[in-house]
């Protein structure tokens, strides 16, 4: 590995985090990689949280070139998004440890949550102004959120990068491109903030009280050893899903676990091999719970549009009960390691389900390719994540319209989904719908 010390022990960060997450890149492992003492590491940096930041800023400024030179370049026909996205393929098939840092293992980081918001802060920038261009082209302008655009094709690219495939990713561009121009319309004015209005119309999420364990009473138990060796289990369960979302796995100890838990050493060794087992559990709970609760909101009505918009409602009351879980999901299970990884990724196929009608809607969704249900998975998680990040969890049912309109333009159409969302809204409110199919909403469109 050629180059100065620093340049070195970054890209020895890269690739450990790449390569083992970021848990496990200790500064021994980037030290090793390097082949540097560990004098030299800090004489550079701080901590191990001060490479990767620098690290994560390296990977960031690279991407930021990327979009900034395909937007400077001269088309050649190609037009943008098509343009800028096969610039960013190509990009990551040169470099996948470096997309994977910045896709993956950046998530998993705490500390890096504020560079993050930075970083999305500016992409989207980066891509309203490839819809600029577009439009100046004379192209459809694309109707979606510019948050859930770059959710969904990040989903997809970093589902590649965490099997490994990364040697494909160049191929990927013409289904993306089919799932970004099905909301592409003529007819219709940028739907982000009217959907934003109607999610604010929804209120807060009518869900269950956040529910927490009960400790057991002090003395003899009044419940059977199963009953206690249950109750035990959920309150750990609890107690970690808890102190994930206050102080982060990394941070939490065994010993806080059976304080917050109010159990014995002894009993928790009973239950659990360790914490990771005790994590991966938490956010199975959740997950499986999350999709059964999503499932029979979705088999209880007859068309799809309405199965979509109940199926979605029953998940997002659900993760605003369970405020913890919802973060052990989708924030910190990219601080565990992989198998927490995979496991959110399961989720988000698990949801692909739910859109197989879809594809027989209409004669243009048949056309589209079933990455689609991959894109707008991680379409929808980006917008929770957002919300979550910024505390409001609680509150996370005002992304409702923004979801159901995502998932269901590509195969019903922008302007049917517009104007779908819209009289579901006014239905929840116990108003008419009128029958102007045109319009989003009577008082936004």
Not at 140 to 151: D, F, I, K
Not at 255 to 281: C, I, M, N, P, Q
Not at 315 to 325: E, G, K, Q, T, W
């Amino acid at each position: 590995m050629s180059g100065s010390g620093r340049e070195r022990l970054l890209r020895s960060m890269i690739e450990a985090a790449a390569g083992d997450g970021y848990a496990a890149a200790t500064v021994g492992r980037v030290v090793q990689r390097a082949g540097v003492s560990r004098a030299t590491f800090y004489q550079h940096f701080g901590d191990r949280e001060d490479c990767f930041h620098a690290a994560y800023d390296e990977v960031a400024a690279a991407v930021v070139a990327v979009f900034e030179r395909s937007l400077r370049a001269p088309l050649a026909g190609d037009g943008q998004p098509r343009h800028l996205l096969a610039a960013v393929l190509a990009a990551i098939e040169a470099d996948p440890a470096g997309a994977s840092l910045f896709m993956l293992e950046a998530r998993g980081a705490l500390a890096t949550i504020d560079r993050r918001h930075a970083m999305q802060d500016k992409l989207d920038g980066l891509v309203a102004a490839a819809l600029e261009q577009r439009l100046a082209e004379g192209l459809s302008p694309l109707r979606v959120p510019s948050r859930a655009l770059l959710g969904g094709v990040e989903n997809v690219l970093a589902v590649r990068l965490h099997n490994g495939d990364s040697a494909r990713i160049c191929a990927l561009l013409f289904d993306l491109l089919a799932w970004i121009d099905s909301y592409s319309a003529d007819d219709l004015p940028d739907v982000e903030p009217e959907l934003r209005a109607l999610g604010g119309e929804l209120g807060t999420a009518r869900r269950a009280p956040s529910h927490r364990p009960r400790p057991l009473p002090r003395g003899r138990s009044a419940l059977s050893a199963d009953e206690a060796s249950a109750d035990r289990h959920e309150r750990i369960i609890g107690a970690m899903a808890r102190l994930s979302r206050e102080r982060g796995y990394a941070a939490t100890t065994v010993a806080d676990l059976t304080a917050a838990a109010r159990v014995s050493r002894g009993a928790f060794y009973r239950s659990f091999s360790g914490k990771h087992e005790v994590f991966l559990a938490a956010q199975t709970i959740g997950l499986q719970r999350a999709i059964s609760l999503a499932a029979e909101a979705f088999f209880g009505a007859e068309d799809w549009p309405d199965r979509v918009w109940r199926g979605l409602e029953a998940m997002l009351s659900y993760v605003a009960s369970r405020p913890d879980l919802a973060w052990v999901d989708v924030v910190e299970s990219y601080a565990v390691g992989r198998a927490a990884v995979a496991r959110s990724i399961e989720n988000r196929q698990a949801f692909s389900l739910f859109l197989e009608q879809g594809y027989a809607h209409r004669s243009e969704a048949q056309r589209l390719p079933r990455l689609c249900s991959e894109a707008i998975g991680g379409a929808i998680q980006e917008l929770m994540r957002v919300e979550i990040l910024a505390g409001r969890t609680e509150e996370i049912l005002a992304i409702l319209p923004q979801a159901v309109y995502v998932t269901l333009a590509p195969f019903v159409g922008p302007a049917e989904a517009r104007c779908f969302v819209a009289g579901k809204v006014r239905e929840r409110a116990g108003c008419p719908v009128r029958p102007d199919r045109r319009r989003l909403s009577p008082d936004l469109g």
